[in-house]
């Protein structure tokens, strides 16, 4: 019963979706102006941030841009579920990467 729950609402939310979280060109123009900025920070490395993170290691870059690439994808998903499983995947690489960074 659970499970047929769990698809009953991932369906009625990829079918309400575009009712319920229309895009105006408002949404759009505050995110091309959010992207730009968060472009214009390019020089904010992890040494700011103090993470143990070591990007010399190609494996930790390669697990950054996992996650970076499953953040990205979370938009591309209608249903609640699958953009908690896309964050959740997020989270997973980025601690990899800082593992990596520390073995």
């Excluded at 979280?21 to 941030?49: C, M, N, P």
Aim: charged share 30%; aromatic share 10%.
């Amino acid at each position: 019963m659970s499970h047929f729950m769990n698809e009953l609402e991932k369906y009625i939310c990829t079918e309400a979706y575009s009712a319920l979280f229309f895009s105006r060109s408002d949404d759009e123009a505050a995110d091309l102006s959010l992207q730009d900025r968060i472009r214009s920070l390019h020089w904010v490395t992890s040494g700011f941030l103090e993470t143990a993170l070591d990007f010399s290691i190609p494996k930790v870059q390669d697990f950054i841009d996992e996650a970076v690439t499953e953040i990205i994808d979370i938009n591309s998903h209608m249903a609640v579920e699958d953009k908690l499983a896309k964050l959740v995947i997020c989270s997973k690489k980025i601690f990899e990467a800082l593992k990596e960074s520390r073995s």
